[in-house]
């Protein structure tokens, strides 16, 4: 009992930790000039979202259940009753569960690069979070919730994070428009070795999120964990072996690539298959998402960092999956898929909880995108976006090596500043 | 006085830097540039789409030496420059008409 507490509240640091390393593996794949904005859609994602879900978020996610849609927020508002009480049911999981939620959110920004006002960001991540996030979190994960009692099996969150996530990336994307320039200018990732870091951090942090799901120390924590490993390094493999063949090269951005598909698409399934069937949706979710991610150029969608074709597609692969290569044997609590002798029975299962989630979040995410758009405009002005949205939102450019722009604090009078200069310069010879 | 200005493949410095010290050359300048010439740019691939990168990086080396030792300093640069495939760069000499020590005030070749 007090390991698996500690296990569930060491996962849910590590959580956390994965939007981080999503900002930076987002960060890396923007321009110079807007990498800072990347950052900060993802931080303020954990501190949005963070509020949110203690507030009412956790509520209306697992408070109980109204009609099978979702909890009744009122019910826990401000973790009422739970503070205090037993952590593995309580605060513990509320903080692991929050984690989730935030990282969810901070997945959507990488589709809008370059271009969204922060301010609109904010408004449009609570919003979806209140009206998508929190009430597909209940559909799938608590009792009660219509596709947790269809039986549809979504184990970390292939259905509630990662094709949630990607279905509003892309409506998001349809109501703000492509970039100024796209897809005519080259629009290069200014920094790989970010891009690296940020997969290595997500890879780390994922163990939380899948193992962690378990939600105990225990054998099922074990199979996910392990999963989680299989799955990814297949994954990395997959995605390098198409670019290798395809493009002549194996790439960084390939591999950091691969390793993120890898990842969602064992999401749903870690805890549900053996270590073939690891492999074999690892590797197929690497070869499938690096072709998924050209198609955006053929339909003229501007998904600037690649969230529909890795997250979308990727949580569709791992959760549709289950359905074939799910087996009782690493896991009594699973199902036997199409090829482990259990018909196609959950298969049917899993593609009515994705194909539901992806419609209602696709449409949700159109109507709450155009909502903010009325509000706030939704983008920068173009001026501003070709100049650098660093700059334009958050005055501040991420980069400084030579000093050469010449900067000086505005607030100081510097006729004061520059004669010390002149009296230390002095002093010295 | 002449500014002797050279364009060059980066890893070719350190040896174009000796050649000019064993020569008494003093000072330079260098900065990293990036352009086109007969050699074209190269192609890279992200997550499958190409970009042609169209600018080569080079360095540019910026020499001020008086009149008698400008064909020594232009040959030292070219000898470590050359490597003989397309892409090597460019010298070129430009008058100077005078060069002034900001330290000390000195001018013309004083300064140098």
Known sequence: MQGDTAWLLTSAALVLLMTPGLAFFYGGMVRSKSVLNMLMMCFGAIGLIGVLWVVYGYSMAFGSDVGGLLGNPFEIMGLSGLMGGNALEGTGFVAFQGMFAIITVALIAGAVADRMKFGAWLLFGGLWATLVYFPVAHWVWAEGGWIFDLGALDFAGGTAVHINAGAAALGLVLVLGKRAGWPKEPMKPHNLPYVMLGAGLLWFGWFGFNAGSALSANETAGVAFINTLTATCAAMLGWLLLE?????????LGAASGVVAGLVAITPACAFVDTWGALAIGAIAGVVCALAVSLKYRFGYDDSLDVVGVHLV?????????????????????????????GAEQLGKQAIGAFAVLAYSLIAAVVIGLIVKAITGGRVSTEDEVAGIDEAEHAESAYDFAGGRGGRPASVDTSVASGNAKKLEGSKS | MKLITAIVKPFTLDDIRSGLEQLGVLGMTVSEVQGYGRQKGHTEVYRGAEYAVDFVAKLKIEVVTDDANVDKV?????????TGKIGDGKVWVTPVDTVIRVRTGERGADAL
Do not use: C, E, P, Q
């Open chain 1, 314 to 342: 990727g949580g569709l692969v791992g959760t549709l999956l289950i359905g074939f290569l799910g087996t009782t044997n690493v896991n009594a609590d699973g199902v036997d898929g199409l090829f482990y002798g259990g």
């Open chain 1, 244 to 252: 290798r063949l395809r493009d002549g090269k194996a790439t960084s």
């Open chain 2, 74 to 82: 232009i040959d030292a640069i070219v000898s470590a420059a050359h």
